[in-house]
């Protein structure tokens, strides 16, 4: 918003240079982004930010010079000479809508003469980029830009109802028109809130006036509008009719709700100045008994200053207050350094109250204000302290950035979700809890996203499908994040971390080896994970919707035996086939990931193999646990060597070749006393395992 030094050199004695001034009101809130010359006047470009209306006009941007140079503030004059008629006896005013209009204020001016403006006023005008139109007009447009008071002036003889003009403030009917100022028909609803006469409505109320009441050449007396417009209401029928104007911009952030009698008064005696004139005498002021505009607070000054960082003196803080316009009272609190503050009616909208009793100003909202004026560039740059110790980062928290690093170093990219699904898609994969019903919202963005997710694969395979139809040849994404499930006693819903894997595709390029992602590609990376954590789990068959039935399994924690995962392929088929698995990051508490270091024995080992038929499902888990179980002395390690299916082996068998590896500490080992423990240990698993079809 533009403002003229000239203008502004009415209310407040300016500082000799424009750029300190400029400077103390950016310190102050009040950027000033530019600084201009029009003619012999400096013009200001300030950025008003929307919580401040009270500065968007000259009288509300000087009292706030007045207070940072401590220089006094002229108040204009709004007395004007009157004449024996009262308003009141010459128009009426009915209010039918409190809310929309909770005040109403006019003043009646008689025998204008409409015609130019004098150079004064004109002058004022253009300095801020406004044009002169006519001298009652621009009155009420100066008005607007000194006080922050929209007024309106209408044609008196054109209001309907009777000797006098009659005003109504109420919801337009339906099918009611109105051509406003602009010249446009605009066609009203009962949302909208407008001035009327006996008959019809003249006017959009806070935003523009009608056509058919506008003062032209043959006005001859003038009744001047000065109201207060609910914020809403006036947003409300700017936004339905596509309107923005200047009275608008202000009713919407919240005009000052008490200048009103002052600002028709201070109109018509200008008026009668530049138009010539009768002011018949009092205003008329018809409002809501019951609605006040007072707002107030507690202003403690050990606590302002512990808020701020550095001491600030009582006597300036009173005095800035005071200046601004707040009422301090010493007394108004417990203790001698707790005021009682009352918030001026043009910062009523600005200082919202607290919810809780005794719905008092925020104590920050008054801190800011005394600080601003103090100089918030005043204040020391220092860190705030804080009592004891460095506590320790939360388990939780390092245990999803180690699970973040370990998937990175498998090749795996991190992907982050909406936290809602689409209930088909919820349902259509596996969820740890699968009696929890999921969680609906209230109100959702769309119902393809109307339930809180119970599963973070879902969305991790539709990302993977995603780039697949877009030619990525392999795909390996996970997340970490919480799922959320209902709890049975009602309440916060249960929302547990998990980590969720998808992965697909082939990797590698033609002139190199190619490498097809399969499910136990996905199993190794969920059994590294785990290893990282010190956790051993088991895979354990399962039938599990959305994963292909033999191709998927429950993971257990082998420390406790509980279901704490899932893994398989999905069974949705689209391009290359992809495979996800899930798993609480809980089950990763607890295991033990200390080093242990053994030195190699020196002695030579021996190595020894073993093929035996068995049952096809019979799970890889109970084998090694078998192992494990019976294993013999000085068995140092074993592992899988070989599967075969095909002619000499049975339908629905298989053959198992194990490699085993002894290795005695103190000594070197014979072969007859590895033939002789290794017998015995395939002796029994032949008994458990072997083939019996």
Not at 60 to 78: M, N, Q, T, Y
Not at 126 to 149: A, C, H, Y
Not at 438 to 447: C, F, M, Q, T, V
Not at 640 to 666: C, I, M, Q, W
Request: hydrophobic content about 40%; glycine content about 10%.
């Amino acid at each position: 918003m533009e403002f003229s030094c000239q203008w502004l050199a009415q209310y407040v004695d300016l500082p000799a240079d424009p750029q300190e001034l400029a400077r103390r009101l950016t310190a102050a809130g009040l950027a000033v982004e530019g600084v201009s010359t029009h003619g012999d006047d400096t013009v200001l470009d300030v950025d008003v930010t929307t919580n401040r209306p009270d500065c968007m006009n000259h009288f509300g941007l000087a009292r706030e010079i007045a207070v940072l140079f401590d220089v006094p503030l002229r108040r204009p004059p709004a007395a004007p000479a009157e004449d024996l008629e009262r308003t009141a006896e010459a128009a009426r005013v009915t209010l039918d809508d409190l809310e929309g209009c909770p005040r109403f204020t006019a003043r009646l001016v008689r025998g204008v003469r409409i015609g130019p403006s004098p150079e004064w006023l004109r002058r004022r005008l253009e300095s801020i980029g406004l044009r002169p139109i006519n001298n009652v007009v621009d009155v009420t447009n100066f008005i607007l830009w000194e006080l922050g008071q929209p007024l309106h002036a209408y044609d008196f003889a054109k209001l309907a109802g009777g000797p006098g003009g009659t005003i109504v403030v109420r919801r337009a009917r339906a099918g009611e028109t109105l051509v406003t100022l602009d010249g446009v028909e605009r066609e009203l609803d009962p949302e909208i809130l407008v001035i009327a006469d006996a008959e019809r409505p003249v006017g959009l109320a806070g935003v523009m006036g009608g056509l058919a009441s506008e003062v032209t050449a043959e006005t001859r007396d003038v009744l001047i509008e000065g109201a207060h417009f609910d914020r809403k209401a006036v947003r409300t029928t700017a936004k339905r009719l596509g309107m923005h104007t200047d009275a608008s911009h202000r009713f919407e952030r919240g005009a000052d709700p008490e200048i009103c009698g002052e600002a028709v008064s201070r109109a018509a005696a200008l008026i009668a100045e530049v138009a010539g004139g009768i002011v018949p005498a009092g205003v008329l002021d018809v409002r809501d008994t019951t609605k006040t505009w007072t707002r107030h607070g507690r202003l403690n000054l050990a606590k302002l200053d512990a808020f701020a960082g550095v001491h600030v003196d009582p006597a300036d803080a009173e005095r800035w207050l005071t200046g601004l316009g707040f009422g301090v009272d010493r007394s108004g609190g417990p203790g001698e350094n707790v005021w009682g503050i009352t918030v001026p009616s043009w910062r009523y909208f600005d200082f919202q109250p607290r919810p809780e009793p005794p719905h008092e100003t925020y104590p920050q909202d008054l801190y800011e204000e005394v600080l601003r004026v103090f100089g918030l560039d005043r204040i020391p740059a220092a860190l705030p302290g804080i009592p004891g110790a460095d506590a320790p980062r939360a388990e939780n928290l390092i245990r999803r950035d180690r699970v973040r690093r370990q998937l990175a170093a498998s090749g795996y990219a991190e992907a982050i979700h909406f936290a809602f699904l689409d209930p088909a898609r919820d349902a259509a994969f596996p969820s740890l809890r699968p009696a929890a019903q999921p969680i609906r919202l209230a109100n959702p963005i769309s119902e393809q996203l109307s339930v809180l997710r119970r599963s973070l694969v879902p969305n991790l395979v539709e990302t993977a499908r995603f780039n697949q139809r877009r030619g990525l040849p392999a795909v390996r994404t996970f997340e970490i994040a919480n799922v959320f499930y209902e709890r049975a006693q009602g309440g916060i819903p249960d929302q547990p971390e998990h980590v969720g894997l998808v992965c697909g595709g082939r990797l590698g390029n033609p002139w190199e080896r190619e490498v097809e992602l399969d499910l136990f590609d996905l199993k190794g990376t969920v059994d590294a994970l785990a290893d990282a954590f010190g956790i051993r789990l088991e895979a354990r068959p399962a039938d599990l919707p959305g994963v292909l039935a033999g191709n998927s399994a429950e993971l257990l924690r082998v420390q406790g035996g509980e279901v704490v995962g899932w893994f398989g392929r999905v069974a949705e088929q689209e391009g290359y086939p992809l495979y996800a698995a899930e798993l609480a990051t809980a089950a990763l508490a607890g295991g033990d990931v200390s080093l242990k270091v053994e030195l190699p024995s020196r002695f030579p080992g021996i190595s020894a193999d073993f093929t035996f038929t068995h049952a096809l499902d019979t799970p890889w888990a109970e084998i090694e646990r078998a192992i494990r179980e019976l294993a013999p002395p000085d068995l140092v390690a074993w592992k899988l060597k070989d599967r075969y299916r095909g002619p000499g082996v049975p339908e629905g068998a298989v053959n198992t070749t194990l490699s085993f590896h002894y290795n005695a500490r103190e000594r070197s080992l014979t072969q007859e006393e590895v033939n002789a423990r290794q017998g015995a240990l395939n002796q029994e698993l032949e008994r458990r395992f072997g083939w019996k079809g």
